[in-house]
């Protein structure tokens, strides 16, 4: 929360509030920015989706409700708890949730939850992509009809997450359930850390992320990071594999690519055909 708090001092004016907290033996604590922020003019597109929690909500909500900047992407996740850590003698300590957090317009974007039931809670996000709301806004619910208002008017709501002002529906079109099995398990960055380890030296003699990226095509990798997971017991399907050959190549061209240059390498080339980014992008530029 902490952390969240300065870096939206960066872009707000003086007086803004950033969020508060408030429980029921807690005293309400709220954040306003100091004015001290460097890049309080400057133009911002905040990227969400359905994993972004906490920390990042508490953000993407000082920005949109203080219509500081267009948030882009799909509904966030939706934790909106303070907890405090109570230390004991022998080492050991409490975690307890003691407030909730809102942001400037009143909102609290925690999940519901009933007491005691665990699994419900864990199962949310499952639910809400089997109710296709991955894909569509419309298929999206807010279990708080209340209306809540933006410095400058808009309507928002609250109860489960924050909900973008430009909504990006998840593409799966190049997805298949070989590539999900290697990306799941994590095979495509192994194998790119042992490619990029292995070819190091011929590697490193690339100092533009767009020519080694050339390069990587041309090496054609393919063939070895099949051998490679088929020796995991990931069993090649060629038509999944031809699906997703695209986007494979992108992921782990761009791992290595990360691995060798770096993150200003990095970046570029795995956000380069992301749908969110490129729709980011062209705010940003004044197409949208």
Known sequence: ??????????????????????????PRYEARANGGGRFKDVPLIVLIDNF????????????????????????????GLVQQQFPFE???????????????????????YTLGDKDAYQQDLEERFEHGEFYSADSIHFTDTTTYRTKNGRIVYGGGGIMPDIFVGRDTSQNSPYFNIV???????????????????????????????????????????VKFCQEKGVEPNEQQLAKSRTLLVRIVNAYIVRDIMGDAGFFPLYERDDDITKRAIDVLIGKD
């Open 1 to 26: 929360m902490d952390q969240a708090i300065k870096m939206a001092n960066e872009f707000l004016q003086t007086g803004d509030l950033i969020v508060y907290s408030e429980g029921r033996a807690y």
């Open 52 to 79: 972004s929690a906490s920390a990042s909500e508490i953000f993407a909500g000082a920005m949109q409700d203080n219509d500081r900047a267009k948030i882009i992407g799909r509904r966030s996740f939706g934790k």
């Open 90 to 112: 022998d080492g050991s300590a409490v975690r307890l949730t003691v407030a909730r957090y809102y942001t400037p317009s009143g909102r609290c974007i925690q999940k519901p």
């Open 183 to 225: 990306s799941n398990r994590a095979y495509t960055y192994q194998f790119a850390y042992r490619y990029a380890d292995t070819h190091r030296k011929q590697l490193t003699k690339f100092t533009r992320w767009q020519d080694l990226e050339k390069h990587l095509i041309a090496a054609n990798w393919v063939p070895e990071f």
